[in-house]
């Protein structure tokens, strides 16, 4: 499978709006800093996967190739924000998995337009996707979240945000599980008095390390940690990288 960062950022995104942080001021001068709304996509066999539609330009990138299918990791709004605009759109319908979440967001459920949501993804029941196995794991956040364990036979990787640590069942399946790559959610820096709902850098490097992935790389990033890393001084482990929006594995 061929995997690509199209956003890294957190809900501000970077430049984070009003902000003049070095981080923000930086990525105002050069696009390669910022960071859209997280979210990314497979490619396997001529297919093409979205993980998450919180790009503000995602009926765009779907009109230049129309997806397979959209998998939703949750409902907040930079996950899904995208798709505001691409109900409305024409033609074929596309299908959208998702967790199970009465709510979903705003009137997304009732006005659908060409979306067909298929909000029943169970915990650790797998989904066939052409080549492509995905299986749905639970995250802690303040929505039903659903990180994602995807498998094309020859390699998997485990795309897991937004989440605060994680749930001891979806630890124990992902050792079970021995990703070669795993993709975590490191919003805020270590030095952030009370994360919630997201993991800081030192908890996302202890899960890390537990997991013992061979590569890892860090997403959902926030401005202040970005701040930090400009800063210097912080060395990341040997096999764990902070992605950037365009980065293609
Ligand atoms: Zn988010
Ligand atoms: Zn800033
Ligand atoms: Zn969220």
């Given at each position: 499978m061929n995997f690509r960062f199209v956003g890294s950022g957190d809900?501000?995104?970077?430049?984070?709006?009003g902000c003049d942080c070095p981080a923000c001021a930086r990525a105002r001068v050069l696009s390669s800093h910022r960071r859209g709304p997280c979210c990314a996509e497979v490619r396997l066999d001529g297919r093409r996967y979205l993980l998450d539609a919180g790009r503000m330009d995602l009926a765009e990138s779907c009109e230049a190739e129309r997806p397979a299918a959209i998998l939703l990791t949750h409902y907040h709004a930079d996950h899904v924000q995208g798709l505001f605009h691409l109900r409305w759109g024409t033609g074929e319908s596309i299908p959208v998995h998702g967790p199970?979440?009465?709510?979903?967001?705003?009137?997304l459920y009732r006005n659908a337009g060409i979306l067909d949501f298929r909000p029943g993804l169970k915990p650790f029941r797998a989904l066939e996707l052409g080549g492509l196995t995905v299986t749905p794991v639970p995250l802690n956040h303040s929505k039903p979240t659903l990180g994602f364990c995807l498998d094309d036979g020859d390699a998997r990787l485990a795309y897991l945000t937004d989440t605060l640590g994680l749930p001891g069942e979806t630890e124990r399946f992902l050792r079970d599980w021995a990703p070669d790559v795993v993709v975590l959610d490191a919003?805020?820096?270590?030095?952030?008095p009370a994360p919630s709902n997201h993991n800081d850098l030192s908890l996302a490097l202890q899960i890390l390390e537990r997991l013992g992935a061979p590569q890892a790389y860090l997403t959902h990033i926030g401005h202040e940690l970005d701040a930090e890393l400009m800063a210097g001084g912080l060395a990341l482990p040997a096999g764990v990288e902070v992605a950037h929006d365009g980065l293609t594995l």
């Open positions: 809900s501000a995104q970077v430049p984070r709006f199970k979440d009465a709510q979903g967001c705003a009137d919003t805020h820096p270590s030095t952030h």
